[in-house]
């Protein structure tokens, strides 16, 4: 069992920054695939970025290319996701998520309950 827990998410104007954190309990995290995924009100929930289990290989979506990195620390168990340049389509509930596939679909095994981020035009 994972369980994760997302930090990091507020307020912010549109331009700015923010640091999205995800902390993970049980010791098979490090084999896990990472990934990040937001649901803006009234969608669905849409993929992000995606980092594999060594943190060698990353996908991105390419409404965040470029702006969004993704990265993890598996001595800590944590997962980051450094936002810059930020838009208010980027305002969303944003998740962590880990499982044995790396891949840009839903279908991670554990999700974290999510860390609202507000973009301010």
């Known amino acids: 069992q994972v369980q994760l827990v997302e930090s990091g998410g507020g307020l912010v104007q549109t331009g700015g920054s923010l640091r999205l954190s995800c902390a993970a309990s049980?010791?098979?995290?490090?084999?896990?695939?990472m990934g990040w995924f937001r649901q803006a009100p009234g969608k669905d929930r849409e993929f992000v970025a995606a980092?594999?289990?060594?943190?060698?290989?990353?996908y991105y979506a390419d409404s965040v290319k470029g702006r969004f990195t993704i990265s993890r620390d598996n001595a800590r168990n944590t997962g980051n996701l450094q936002m810059k340049s930020l838009k208010p389509e980027d305002t969303a509930v944003y998740y962590c998520?880990?499982?044995?596939?790396?891949?840009?679909?839903?279908?991670?095994?554990?999700w974290g309950q999510g860390t609202r981020v507000t973009v301010s035009s």
């Open positions: 980092i594999s289990w060594g943190g060698g290989r990353t």
């Open positions: 998520a880990a499982g044995p596939v790396f891949s840009r679909g839903l279908g991670y095994d554990y």
């Open positions: 049980g010791r098979t995290f490090s084999s896990y695939a």
